[in-house]
């Protein structure tokens, strides 16, 4: 069984920064990328970031371009989003998520394994 734990999550105010980490564990798989999505009650799940796991390649979407930057551990099985200027709409629950296929990093069903999710708050 494959678990993904994220951790990191919490309140900052805006301007402010956090680090999520996100670690797999369980049995070995092949990564082909892991990434991070995040979603707010009433709204669907969305692409933050994504990192090839063999080589490293980076994906992010438009709204965190410049301010969140995605980074792995291949050694700890460990994947990181280090998130800057944090705004109020950055208020989310973010989830780490693993895929073993190739494929396009975007789309959430192409994931195969989720964690629980972290709740990150940008708040005055």
């Known amino acids: 069984q494959v678990q993904l734990v994220e951790s990191g999550g919490g309140l900052v105010q805006p301007g402010g920064s956090l680090r999520l980490s996100c670690v797999a564990s369980?049995?070995?798989?092949?990564?082909?990328?892991m990434a991070w999505f995040r979603q707010t009650p009433g709204k669907e799940r969305e692409f933050v970031a994504a990192?090839?796991?063999?080589?490293?390649?980076?994906y992010y979407e438009d709204f965190v371009k410049g301010r969140f930057t995605i980074s792995r551990d291949n050694a700890e099985n460990t994947v990181y989003l280090q998130m800057n200027s944090l705004q109020p709409e950055d208020t989310a629950l973010y989830y780490c998520a693993a895929q073993t296929r190739g494929g396009s990093v975007c789309f959430p069903d192409l994931y195969d394994y989720w964690g629980q999710g972290t709740q990150v708050t940008v708040s005055s």
């Open positions: 990192i090839n796991w063999a080589i490293g390649t980076t």
């Open positions: 369980g049995r070995t798989f092949n990564k082909n990328a």
